[in-house]
């Protein structure tokens, strides 16, 4: 049956597909681009160079958070930076990059996870952390949103790093190592262990979080085995059940025969003693037993004989 933790990612799922729907929003390139569109019309000439900013979305993009930072090329490839929860190292390479990029951080949170699940197959695993993007476009003064393209971000010696840590779902796994999840843009997904645990390595920018291996379901044959299985004990001891209770009711009733038969009897036998209270009764021993009175004959001369003289 899969854990609680699993039913309610599930849940939450299939909520907020339905608002991912209505938006008409089913493609993760395009919601690439409409924040990308959103966050250069917000930062216009404000935006300072090496400075976060945080980039309010419209309502219906609820749960999305975006950061950016403006840098210029030569100093991103010298220094480095850390943008929230990506750190670039020394010597990061940016292609093609002429004077200044922005670098556009994207938090997606697990609402907007249905879109990674249509897109991508991640048959046999599941999202537990919300999907990390960092992306990084042209963008000067004199550049327009409709006229910027976007920059590669490639790692040097160090890889790119990412830190989930501070994603409360993936900080909730317990007793599981996730694994890390590449989103490429040819549509496959690249599966492999991290730096150290809640942090992956990356080669490139893009779109990065935490899975875990679904429990597999047992194959269609095994569940209606176990259902025959099931089934068949259930018949076997209900049948026991009943030829059990059926022979102890038999024995009880065979039981209660035989005491009132032997009563019955009992009391044929003193209706028969009171009856032939008649006769004389002594004691032998502790029994009651009939006598008969005793009576001596009375003796008879008989009339051929005559006494004897001498």
Avoid at 10 to 17: A, V
Avoid at 44 to 63: D, E, I, Q, Y
Wanted: proline fraction near 5%.
């Amino acid at each position: 049956m899969g854990s609680p933790f699993s039913l309610t990612l599930i849940i939450l799922l299939s909520l907020t597909s339905v608002r991912v729907e209505a938006q008409g929003i089913r493609s993760a390139r395009l919601l690439d681009l409409l924040i990308r569109d959103y966050t250069l019309k917000s930062s216009g000439v404000r935006f300072k160079t090496g400075m976060v900013h945080t980039v309010h979305l419209p309502a219906n993009f609820s749960g999305i958070k975006v950061d950016a930072v403006r840098f210029r090329c030569g100093s991103l490839r010298r220094y480095g930076a850390q943008v929230k929860e990506f750190h670039l190292g020394v010597g990061v390479t940016l292609q093609p990059c002429a004077e200044r990029l922005v670098v556009i951080r994207q938090n997606l949170d697990l609402n907007w996870s249905p879109i990674y699940y249509a897109n991508y197959d991640l048959s046999g695993y599941q999202l537990v952390s919300p999907i990390l993007g960092l992306l990084a476009y042209n963008f000067g003064s004199d550049v327009n949103v409709s006229d910027s393209f976007e920059i590669g971000i490639h790692a040097g010696e160090k890889p790119i790093t990412i830190d989930f840590s501070n994603a409360s779902t993936a900080a909730n796994v317990s007793g599981v190592r996730p694994l890390c999840a590449s989103f490429e843009n040819d549509g496959r997904v690249i599966i492999k262990g991290p730096e150290s645990l809640f942090v992956c390595g990356a080669k490139r920018h893009g779109h990065y979080g935490l899975v875990i291996k679904s429990p597999p379901a047992p194959p269609p044959s095994m569940r209606m085995i176990k259902r025959k299985i099931s089934l068949w004990k259930v018949v076997v001891g209900s049948s026991v059940g009943t030829a059990l209770g059926v022979f102890l009711l038999g024995m009880l009733f065979v039981a209660m025969f035989v005491q009132v038969k032997k009563k019955a009897r009992m009391e044929e036998m003193e209706r028969r003693a009171y009856e032939e209270e008649a006769l004389q009764v002594s004691m032998v021993g502790h029994v009651r037993a009939p006598t008969a009175t005793v009576i001596r004959t009375t003796p008879i001369i008989e009339h051929g004989s005559r006494p004897y003289h001498s």
